[in-house]
T-cell receptor
Framework: EAGVAQSPRYKIIEKRQSVAFWCNPI?????LYWYQQILGQGPKLLIQ????????DSQLPKDRFSAERLKGVDSTLKIQPAKLEDSAVYLC??????????????FGAGTRLSVL | AQKITQTQPGMFVQEKEAVTLDCTYD???????LFWYKQPSSGEMIFLIY??????QNATEGRYSLNFQKARKSANLVISASQLGDSAMYFC??????????????FGQGTRLTINP
């Protein structure tokens, strides 16, 4: 079974530029998550989708970040314009269900963003 | 609000020894779940083990076991017979309920484990 796919693996941009990340979840997984992991910290949830609807985006800086999940499968996360503090690893995860006791989240390898 | 605390920034262990990574948590929910993930230098978060708050026995998965002490609100990960490939960051996480049954994971700061030959 293929895991969560993310691209690109690395991205270097200058501040005020825009950038987009792509994620393809595990086949059949209803829920998709985007996390931001700043160096030296644990991941922090940015947005969660169930199929193609947003479940939680309370931690997403909506003035510059946007995300969509077309047709309930692939998802893109965009930053426009980027700031220096957006330098981080952006992790995508998916899970089979929305809730449930165990509901394991499976992660991709992430995209490492450097904003200069 | 849920919170995870990992107090060991780094651990150094000799190969083949057992190692315990500490995790304490705080929540007011009676039903919760605790997870451990491994993050090697490649960046991917790898699920290791899960413990539910109502589970009667401590979880085990191969060389990984979870020492769950509910009264102390601790969920320490034990790795037996450590291997060089175990060198990585390890994150403890808690399932936090959002709305309508949806959940997110709240992560600790992580512990960097280094296995010496």
């Amino acid at each position: 079974e293929a895991g969560v796919a993310q691209s690109p693996r690395y991205k270097i941009i200058e501040k005020r530029q825009s950038v987009a990340f792509w994620c393809n979840p595990i086949s059949g997984h209803a829920t998709l998550y985007w996390y931001q992991q700043i160096l030296g910290q644990g991941p922090k949830l940015l947005i969660q989708f169930q199929n193609n609807g947003v479940v939680d985006d309370s931690q997403l800086p909506k003035d510059r970040f946007s995300a969509e999940r077309l047709k309930g499968v692939d998802s893109t996360l965009k930053i426009q314009p980027a700031k220096l503090e957006d330098s981080a690893v952006y992790l995508c995860a998916s899970s089979l269900e929305v809730g449930g006791r165990k509901n394991i989240q499976y992660f991709g390898a992430g995209t490492r963003l450097s904003v200069l | 609000a849920q919170k995870i605390t990992q107090t060991q920034p780094g651990m150094f262990v000799q190969e083949k020894e057992a190692v315990t990574l500490d995790c304490t948590y705080d929540t007011s929910d009676p039903s919760y779940g605790l997870f451990w993930y491994k993050q090697p230098s490649s960046g991917e978060m790898i699920f290791l083990i899960y413990q539910g708050s109502y589970d009667q026995q401590n979880a085990t998965e191969g060389r990984y076991s979870l020492n769950f002490q509910k009264a102390r609100k601790s969920a320490n990960l034990v790795i037996s017979a450590s291997q060089l490939g175990d060198s990585a960051m390890y994150f403890c996480a808690m399932r936090a309920n959002i709305i309508q049954g949806a959940q997110k994971l709240v992560f600790g700061q992580g512990t960097r484990l280094t296995i010496n030959p």
